[in-house]
């Protein structure tokens, strides 16, 4: 880019006032002055008539690696639109950046390329402004490749300034206007360029292995699925309380009882949980279920599925996450939950079937669990503090106890475990899948313990489904199901660390 003085105004949103920017803004007062005086003058400031004929990552690819010589001269024009992001002037002459939904390209307006009246009415656009362009590319000086504006025109005026710098943007102020975080921030429409293709891979795997997608409802009347808090809602005309879904399994399932075979739903998840940097009350889920399989044969498919998406979107298996080297290629580590109880967390194993020696364990790490105390729960909070941090590569962590896995079934050998596994990947849950409990009094009597819980104050414990339990009556074949993180795993692949980065308008408290 041609170096200049850039005539953006000094607005800098991390500053309160400026962040609150109202319409007694001086500034914005007159932006809004300015172009009322524009329209008086005849000026539609905001036409539907331009269509721009190409990209700039077009231009980009088919000139970019032309010689300056080559170009000079050259007749070949191009049509573009997008939106002015600075803008350098040297009286006769004023260059300015274009950016578009696929990059930036410099442009050079000349007094003697253009009418008077359109020059003249060119150089009063704003930063920030949406124009449409006609011209030819060449080199400057430096070698910048650069349009040649042979005919610019209006598209949308700008009535607020944009941020000087996106640096200059505090977090907050990314995440609740994310219109303005993919204004300024060509790394933020990269991660969301992304998610995209991550999630027409997953699409596209699970359709060349035969998989159905389907849809399930969004509102149920009994929340289930999974241990987690639900949203409650009442349907007016009803005259009932519904429930945003925590999890479409139950209804995933009920379609394996009526002859679908391979099942699979991406979509959003509602649970009334905390905000961090990896949770949000909503979220993106794959789960899938396929009938005559176990939770073996998911984590061979697992591996399988998330290195070919891997391959398809970031073209490597070994990427890079927070500083940190990581392979995604087959085969991936897998460990009992037990086994990494002993070796990582260093309890000794006699404890793992004691409710008191596990709750000492605990409280020696300076931790008490409330309400009544669960064996499994107690494990599953000595893995959380001390094994789950220290899973940075792909790990299947087997085996979780029954009484922590209310819809899994049992192993045949161990009856207290079940035949589960959680992937974990930077010591974060991925994936979470099991061999279906489809054993309708088994499940039964499952729900009615996780009823027992919730009743003690355990706020995600489950509801008993009654017609769930009769579905299985009628025979569910065996069967395997898995739910995926979609949100983690662009995470992973983009080198993001919050959830918030991944999520086009994530939640956050009311700004007053």
Known sequence: MDKATDNQENIKPGDESMDELSERSPVIQARVQKALDMAAAGLNLYPNTFRPETKVASVRAEFGDREAAELEGSEESRKLAGRIMAKRDYGKSFF??????????????????????????????DI???????????????????????AIELVTKNMWPLAEKFHE?????????????LIMNGDSRRVFKLRS???????????????????????????GGATAKPFITHHNSLDCRLYLRVAPELYLKRLLVGGFEKVFEINRNFRNEGLSIQHNPEFTMMEFYQIYSDYVDLMDLTEEMIESVALATVGTTEITYQDEALSLARPWKRV??????????????????????????????????????VLGKVLAKIFDLKVEPTLLNPTFITHYPADISPLARRNQEDPTLTDRFELFVVGRELANAFSEL?????????????????????????????????????GMPPAAGEGLGVDRLVMLLADVPSIRDVLLFPHMRPDN
């Open 169 to 181: 943007m505090n977090v907050e102020l990314k995440y609740r206007r994310r219109y303005l975080d």
């Open 128 to 150: 920030g402004d949406i124009v449409g362009v006609s011209g030819t590319p060449f080199k400057t000086r430096t070698g910048e490749l650069t349009i040649l504006v042979g």
């Open 336 to 373: 009992s939950f037990l086994d990494s109880l002993v070796e990582v967390a260093g309890m000794p194993r006699e404890a793992l079937g004691d409710l008191v020696a596990a709750q000492r364990f605990l409280a020696d790490l300076g931790v008490e669990m409330e309400g009544e105390p």
């Open 438 to 474: 489809n054993d309708p009094l088994d499940q039964k009597k499952r729900f009615l313990d996780q009823v027992a819980e919730r009743e003690a104050g355990d706020e995600e414990g489950m509801y008993l489904d009654e017609d769930y339990v009769r579905a299985l009556m009628y």
């Open 197 to 223: 293709e991550v999630i027409r891979a997953l699409r596209e795997f699970m359709l060349g292995k035969d998989f159905l997608e389907v849809e399930t409802p969004m509102m149920h009347p009994i929340p």
């Open 96 to 125: 300015f950046d274009l950016i578009d939904w696929t990059g930036k390209i410099q442009c050079y307006a000349r007094k003697d390329k253009l009418d008077g009246q359109t020059y003249e009415l060119a150089k009063k656009f």
